[in-house]
Each structure stands twice: as structure tokens, then as C-alpha cells.
């Protein structure tokens, strides 16, 4: 019976699963997949995914707009253009670093000639309003149509609002778009 109950334990022991530490020459044994902090490291090892920066979005959901700000401007410069709006939204809001109308337009700018139609449809706001940009309203409305016809819905009710920018704009941000006298 001694030997039945060492014999368990034995294969017990030896079935555990191996702990996440370093491998000799670089890598992970088991390493943890999910987490903001995996996130986070793939970021600082220069690699991003669709998974890496769609985690960016619980990041600045938690109030991590730092941590946000470096994951979304990564990925933003790798060429996705979700983190490109996300980005724009921390600067539109100074989230993670100071307010800036001109760099959130810079990074709406740069998702719409991505052909993203959220891209396409902030740009045309920023240009219909002058807001980080020189305003002009010609110019914004072509790119909520090209957005509209991309299928975005929020562009199909702006123009069914007949570009009225109070349809798609929060009453608590009617301040940040008022003119500058």
C-alpha cells in the first residue's frame, strides 16, 4: 500500500504543469497569454497583434491611460488603424498625456487615408468643425459620405441629420467643439 500511495505522488509530481520561467536562451515556459501585462510586454518587445491591441481598449477602460497611450501608439505606428482612433480619442480627451485637438486630428487624419471609416468619419467631424485642423466643411462631409458608404452607421445619421453635428456630438462635449473668439 506504501508503494502504491509513493507511486501516486511520484506521477502526481510529475504531472504538474512546468511553473512560467525563463528558458535558457530566451522564451517562456508556460507563459501567461491574456493579460494586460503579457500585453504590455509584447509591446515592449516591439510586437503587436490584432489580440495585443484590441487589449488596449480594457487598458484605458481600467484608467491605465499611460499604458493605453504606449500600446495604442505602437500598434498605431505598425499600421492599425483602431489603435489610430483610439489614439485620437486619448488626445482628444487628454487621456495619458496633455489634451491636443492637433495631434488626435493628425491620427484621425492618418486611419482615414487608411480607408478605416471611423477614421474617415472622425476626420470628416475634425474638418466640419475645425477643430485640430483649418475647418472645412466640403472637405468633412466627403469623408462622413465615404464612411456612410463604407456602412458605418453613425455617418448614415449624420447625413440623414443633414450634417447637423449636435446629432452625433454629446451635450457634455458641446464645450470642446464651441469656437474659439
Not at 504538474?16 to 508556460?30: I, K, M, Q, R
Not at 465615404?146 to 447625413?159: F, K, W
Request: glycine letters at 12%.
Amino acid at each position: 500500500m506504501r508503494k502504491v500511495m509513493q507511486l501516486a505522488l511520484l506521477l502526481g509530481v510529475t504531472a504538474l504543469p512546468a511553473a512560467a520561467d525563463p528558458v535558457e536562451g530566451g522564451g517562456d515556459l508556460n507563459p501567461e497569454e491574456m493579460t494586460l501585462e503579457r500585453m504590455m510586454r509584447n509591446i515592449e518587445r516591439g510586437e503587436t497583434s490584432m489580440t495585443t491591441c484590441a487589449s488596449g481598449y480594457f487598458i484605458t477602460k481600467s484608467g491605465r491611460h499611460v499604458e493605453a497611450r504606449e500600446l495604442f501608439e505602437a500598434c498605431a505606428n505598425d499600421g492599425w488603424t483602431g489603435a489610430m482612433t483610439w489614439m485620437s480619442q486619448l488626445e482628444d480627451n487628454g487621456l495619458g498625456g496633455a489634451l491636443d485637438p492637433d495631434g488626435a486630428a493628425e491620427w484621425d487624419r492618418q486611419a482615414a487615408e487608411a480607408g478605416d471609416p471611423v477614421g474617415q468619419f472622425n476626420y470628416g467631424l475634425d474638418l466640419m468643425r475645425g477643430r485640430g485642423v483649418a475647418q472645412d466643411e466640403a472637405r468633412g462631409r466627403a469623408l462622413v459620405d465615404e464612411a456612410a458608404r463604407a456602412g458605418l452607421p453613425v455617418a448614415r445619421r449624420l447625413q440623414a441629420a443633414d450634417y447637423d453635428l449636435d446629432e452625433v456630438t454629446p451635450d457634455a462635449d458641446n464645450w470642446k467643439y464651441a469656437p474659439v473668439s
